[in-house]
């Protein structure tokens, strides 16, 4: 990963010789942040004692300047480079979100400088195209022969569109059945440009969702149920989180136990075990829970009915089932082992 850096790094003096006043040259590295932060059009105005307006022509002067010198083979560092490039871009899926071509690039978190610095050389590289972020998209480079800016843009609103339509998350092999790509990880590296979607657990779906998404505790425990989809006291589901892939995993037990109390979405159904609402489970006492399946209940029933009613909603002992069903004021035993509402 050295020899890449070097190569690229070869590859943005190159170009960068190309351009002949130092005022020039200066404005283009403010821009891209090639040698700190990136400046707006104002800061470099100000700096130089030139109009926003003027600075946005100077630059745009300066990238056709460039793009004309790498079409002409001008500048023999560009090939290089380029071929690096383009042969990550085709193992990630011909397109990729900057920041992970980068990392794939370097080897590493890249720093600011490091991906500015490939997003400027893929800028005027007659092999290469790039998307510029905005609220929309983030900041991607792509193989010009795959498609231009327009077309990127444009297969990821059809991506957005597909998951949007389907009003739930959606995995990789869902999509490809939707679309007509070589291969699903080309639908993945499309995806990931869009600051409107978000991936969880190989789930795809809007980035307003929770499932794919969680900000907040409540959303991250209803993640972990709903991927288990089964039952689970509150210390695992803790445990989980932990070892989960969310951004923000450091929370207590006693945080889990809380918000677990406070969202209906939660049903206590035994002793620290919590289940969905949305798997058919209900709030209530075992009391209320022994009421409720005899009064759906047309005829009396037997002990062992109720208790088999009650455990496929509680996980309790059948024990305090069998007292809660003693309880006179509630239930009437009406036979030997039948039993109806009192």
């Known amino acids: 990963m050295e020899q890449n850096a070097e190569i690229l790094k070869n590859a943005i003096s190159g170009s960068l010789k190309i351009i002949d006043q130092e005022r020039e040259r200066e404005i283009i590295s403010r821009r891209f942040g090639l040698e700190g932060n990136k400046e707006t059009l104002e800061?470099?105005?100000?700096?130089?004692?030139?109009?926003?307006?003027r600075v946005r022509q100077l630059e745009k002067a300066i990238l056709i300047r460039l793009q004309i010198s790498a079409e002409e083979n001008q500048i023999p560092e560009l090939a290089a480079a380029e071929k690096i490039l383009i042969r990550n871009l085709t193992e990630m899926g011909r397109v990729a979100k900057l920041s992970d071509l980068a990392d794939k690039v370097y080897?590493?978190?890249?720093?600011?400088?490091?991906?500015?610095?490939?997003?400027?050389?893929?800028?005027?590289?007659?092999?290469?195209?790039?998307?510029e972020e905005n609220d929309r998209y983030n900041a991607a480079v792509g193989i010009a022969e795959y498609g231009d800016s327009r077309t990127i843009r444009e297969r990821v609103d059809e991506v957005v569109k597909i998951i949007k339509d389907n009003k739930a998350p959606m995995a990789l092999d869902e999509l490809d059945d939707k679309l007509n790509y070589e291969h699903p990880d080309h639908i993945k590296a499309v995806a990931s440009i869009s600051k409107l979607l978000a991936t969880l657990n190989n789930l795809w779906g809007l980035a307003k969702w929770p499932a794919v998404n969680p900000k907040n505790i409540r959303d991250k425990i209803f993640v972990i149920l709903e991927s288990k989809k089964e039952p689970m006291h509150f210390s695992d589901i803790a445990k989980e989180i932990k070892e989960s892939n969310f951004k923000r995993k450091n929370v207590t037990i006693q945080a889990i136990h809380n918000e677990l109390i406070k969202d209906a979405r939660f049903i206590l159904i035994g002793r620290g075990i919590y289940a969905l609402s949305s798997w058919g489970y209900k709030k209530g006492t075992i009391s209320e829970i022994i009421k409720s399946i005899l009064e759906k209940s047309s005829t009396p029933m037997t002990r062992e009915e109720v208790v088999k009613q009650v455990l496929k909603v509680r996980k309790v002992k059948e024990t305090t089932i069998l007292l809660n069903l003693q309880n006179k004021k509630l239930f009437k035993k009406v036979d030997k082992n039948l039993y109806t509402l009192a």
């Open 43 to 53: 800061q470099i105005g100000e700096m130089l004692s030139i109009t926003r307006e």
């Open 107 to 131: 080897g590493k978190a890249a720093t600011a400088s490091e991906k500015t610095g490939i997003y400027f050389i893929a800028t005027f590289s007659k092999g290469l195209t790039v998307v």
